[in-house]
């Protein structure tokens, strides 16, 4: 966390050879009037990939690869909207940017695990932490962090990314890879899903946050009284 110290948060996350940056900018006065809300803060969030990145690697699959990027912003969008304590900055505007520096499988898991790390080092309260894995199917067996090999695509295994709540093990996002799941296979997947956010979640809270919490709470507090 805090890669970036010209932004109010920041985390790079990385997943075996997946690697995202996750950036966050706010909470601040919207760039344009029409997107504040009165009772609660506006998100948005834009994915890009770097163009050494394997997900703009092949030119015939640059649009598809496109229009994934703008679908993972909405999910983040929102899976966060609801994560955030947006009643405490009304009418203010929160940025998530997520720079994709090198794809292996898990993408979208990694950045929202970036994106968790980000804004609790900008200082943003959240309802819980919010934790992301995948998980696929090869073999008659269910696999966790998968790879870009892994994941299937044209060669037919199924793949899940699933998101919760840290201390909720009920399931806020899940989203399907190029093959469909089977319902047989479904539980299995997702069982193995939960304990393993259930793992990532212990790692992150008593390793990665709160020993930095001290330390981020006087950054935060200089910075308001900077202002």
Same mark, same amino acid.
């Given at each position: ?30 760039? #344009?009037?029409?997107?504040?809300? !009165? ?22 699959? $640059?649009?598809? #690869? ?7 912003? !909405? ?18 505007? $929160?940025?998530?940017? $997520? ?40 073999? #008659? ?11 299937? %695509? ?22 399907? %890879?190029?093959?469909?799941? %089977? ?12 304990? %393993? ?31």
């Amino acid at each position: 966390m805090g890669v970036l110290p010209q932004v109010d948060g920041s985390a790079l996350f990385e997943l075996g050879n997946t690697r995202v940056l996750a950036t966050v900018h706010g909470p601040r006065e919207p760039r #344009q009037k029409g997107q504040a809300q !009165h009772d609660c803060v506006a998100l948005t969030a834009r994915f890009h990939a770097a163009t050494f990145s394997s997900v703009t690697g092949e030119r015939r699959r $640059i649009l598809r #690869q496109d229009r994934r990027l703008t679908e993972w912003g !909405h999910y983040i969008e929102e899976l966060y909207s609801s994560a955030i304590i947006g009643s405490l900055f009304p009418r203010s505007q $929160i940025e998530i940017f $997520i720079e994709v520096l090198n794809a292996d499988g898990s993408v979208l898991a990694a950045a929202i695990n970036a994106t968790t790390l980000a804004l609790v080092n900008a200082g943003i309260p959240v309802y819980d932490y919010v934790v992301a894995t995948s998980v696929g199917h090869l073999a #008659q067996t269910a696999l966790l962090d998968i790879n870009r090999m892994e994941e299937g %695509g044209g060669r037919g295994n199924p793949s899940l990314t699933v998101a919760a709540y840290g201390r909720n093990p009920n399931l806020t996002l899940l989203v399907t %890879g190029d093959t469909r799941v %089977g319902a047989d296979k479904l539980e299995s997947m997702s069982e193995v899903a939960r304990s %393993g956010m259930k793992k990532l979640f212990d790692i992150l809270d008593e390793t990665v946050v709160r020993p930095n919490m001290e330390t981020m709470l006087e950054s935060r507090k200089s910075n308001f009284t900077e202002q």
